[in-house]
């Protein structure tokens, strides 16, 4: 019998589903502080709109919460899980509770259990910092981690500090036995397709949930079937859910957006032409956010401002000073909000926004 750590059926079961799970931001005052209140806020924001759960201390909270000037991991994941779960018990429905996991093995094995402590479900488990390790020691990595707890793969783009990581590593990463998901964030086609790939040919495809992280390619990624031959016969998968830094806003309509995409991949329907428009729409949008006119320099100030603008936040600062939006990226988003108001939620959150920040 398997000793392997896994997460309570309900929560494994919305996984394996697919699911819309924000990148959660982190709340600052404009003088850096922590700003609690809004930072509960948004957790109840993501569960009032409808996702399956939360990614908290990800590429979108701030790498930086775990430097020792600031100090800002433990409290930060426990704001998160403690919101999240009296959600759960009060709406009576699981909320899938994701940690970011990083740094050499040693690091990562003691985030995992501070995460794991606190109630987290699973690890987002990223390989940034073993830049220069081959396949076999990222695996043994990942195995010593997965001793800790469900590991959620992920695969990080470069340009904002990931590293390439090939088909062999992803076929071998899926046969651990408590790997339950993957986000696939290399805004790639080609190296989306060797995770996919890898999982199909490991035997899992029907155990290892796929997430997008593609913020450039999302509701495309949710609508198209991926089929692999396997031992000469054709075996299939599809992305099921997405946890993203672009559905850390307008979450609303993000759970819309997978429901119909969902339902159409479940059917095996024609997609419209009015949902393709739609899907090039949100990716114009995300190049604004992201600014990717400035190789994503401002893709975490975007996502606050965003938020700022409607309340959820008191103000977009980052935790260092570096970090802001850059030139015309205000402009930007100005422009993608009036060209595309039916992909934010602003009339949702302004109806329930005292009750977030109460």
Request: proline fraction near 5%; charge should be negative.
């Amino acid at each position: 019998m398997s000793t392997a750590p896994m997460p309570p059926t309900d929560v494994l079961s919305l996984i394996r589903q697919g699911c819309v799970i924000p990148a959660h931001p982190l709340a600052l005052t404009d003088e850096r502080q922590l700003d609690e209140r809004h930072q509960r806020a948004l957790t109840r924001y993501y569960c009032a709109a409808g996702a399956g759960g939360v990614a908290v201390a990800v590429h979108t909270t701030q790498f930086e919460i775990r430097e020792p000037e600031f100090d800002l991991l433990e409290p930060v994941l426990a704001l998160a899980a403690e919101e999240a779960s009296a959600y759960a018990r009060a709406a009576r429905r699981p909320v899938a509770l994701i940690a970011g996991v990083v740094g050499n093995t040693e690091q990562a094995v003691r985030e995992a259990e501070l995460a794991k402590g606190l109630g987290y479900h699973a690890a987002l488990l990223s390989l940034a910092a073993l830049k220069q390790a081959d396949t076999d020691a990222l695996i043994r990595h990942c195995r010593a981690v997965a001793e800790v707890m469900p590991l959620f793969g992920f695969y990080l783009q470069p340009a904002v500090g990931g590293r390439i990581l090939p088909f062999d590593f992803w076929r071998r990463f899926a046969e651990i036995e408590n790997v339950i998901a993957i986000k696939m964030a290399p805004f790639n086609r080609y190296q989306t397709i060797d995770v996919v790939r890898g999982v199909v040919e490991s035997g899992r495809a029907g155990e290892v949930a796929l997430y997008t992280g593609n913020d450039d390619h999302i509701l495309l990624d949710l609508l198209t079937p991926f089929s692999f031959p396997v031992n000469g016969r054709p075996v299939s998968a599809r992305i099921v859910g997405g946890l993203l830094g672009q559905w850390a806003v307008w979450t609303k309509r993000a759970v819309e957006m997978h429901q119909r995409a969902q339902a159409l991949a479940q059917a095996g329907a024609a997609v419209p032409q009015s949902l393709l428009d739609e899907a090039n729409q949100l990716t114009d949008a995300n190049s604004a956010l992201f600014d990717v006119a400035n190789n994503y320099a401002g893709c975490i100030a975007g996502i606050n401002e965003v938020l700022r603008r409607q309340g959820i936040l008191a103000s977009r600062a980052c935790l260092s000073t570096k970090e802001d939006l850059s030139p015309g990226q205000a402009a930007e988003i100005d422009r993608v909000q009036k060209a595309y108001p039916h992909l934010t939620d602003d009339d949702f959150v302004a109806a329930h926004l005292h009750e977030w920040l109460a």
